[in-house]
């Protein structure tokens, strides 16, 4: 097998891995192949394949819809998000999310999510990489929502903690909201969509912080963590 240029750079500079060194390889969709370095050339380093694997998908499967959020944020969500296991992450805009895209802009966000969430799976030994995607409109959001199994919005004045409302299923999908939070239309909108307003408790959390404590609740229920 021969890596890619960014891969041979990254194990032979970044790791000093040198020939004879295990080396583990992942198509990011559950292929895994276990490897032995032979040639540490950083433009194409070549690895022996001494073994594959095929890991499932865990499941239930967790997705979170992120609001966009200023500066940064929200790469710091997805790179969290896809650490601890999540299977996919959509951000999307909304009325209180300063947010506007272009087409190029939304070509370059796209790019930009999924090498962060490849580096993730990296980071966390993950055989699947969480899935990414241009931004999505809000209508788009709830045409999504639409297709759900279990779609949970969190909103600070839902009457129903999260723990009521999660079911057991083959797939959750989680909305978070932007800074600020959604307005009372846009809960209404949510819950026609046929998700439900759920409530993380009496403390209000910032939106890139909200993401990961629900999402990493809902892996703890399933059993997909702790």
Same mark, same amino acid.
Do not use: M, Y
């Given at each position: 097998m021969r890596l890619d240029p960014a891969e041979s750079a990254h194990a032979t500079r970044?790791?000093?891995?040198? +020939?004879?060194?295990?080396?583990?390889?992942?198509?990011?969709?559950?292929?895994? =192949?276990?490897?032995?370095?032979? =040639?540490?050339? +950083?433009?194409?380093?070549?690895? =022996?394949?001494?073994?594959?694997?095929?890991?499932?998908?865990?499941?239930?499967e967790v997705v979170v819809f992120q609001a966009a959020a200023k500066g940064r944020k929200v790469d710091d969500v997805v790179q969290r998000l896809a650490e601890v296991g999540v299977a996919r992450i959509g951000v999307f805009g909304s009325r209180r999310a300063v947010a506007a895209w272009d087409r190029a802009k939304a070509r370059a966000l796209e790019a930009r999510?999924?090498?962060?969430?490849?580096?993730?799976?990296?980071?966390?030994?993950?055989?699947?990489?969480?899935?990414?995607?241009?931004?999505?409109?809000?209508?788009?959001?709830?045409?999504?929502?639409?297709?759900?199994q279990c779609a949970l919005a969190l909103w600070e004045r839902a009457s129903k903690g999260l723990r009521a409302l999660v079911e057991d299923v083959e797939r959750?999908?989680?909305?978070?909201?932007?800074?600020?939070?959604?307005d009372d239309d846009e809960a209404d909108a949510l819950e026609r969509a046929? =998700?439900?307003?759920?409530?993380?408790?009496?403390?209000?959390?910032?939106t890139e912080n909200a993401a990961l404590v629900a999402a990493s609740a809902l892996l703890w229920h399933f059993g997909r963590v702790g």
């Open positions: 970044a790791l000093r891995l040198r +020939p004879g060194a295990p080396v583990v390889v992942t198509d990011g969709v559950g292929r895994v =192949a276990e490897c032995t370095l032979e =040639a540490a050339d +950083p433009r194409g380093a070549c690895a =022996a394949v001494e073994r594959v694997r095929t890991v499932p998908r865990p499941r239930p999510w999924a090498a962060i969430a490849r580096s993730a799976a990296k980071q966390s030994r993950s055989a699947h990489v969480a899935a990414t995607g241009p931004p999505l409109s809000w209508d788009e959001l709830l045409r999504a929502l639409e297709r759900e959750v999908a989680l909305v978070v909201g932007p800074e600020g939070g959604f046929g =998700a439900r307003l759920a409530s993380l408790g009496d403390r209000i959390l910032r």
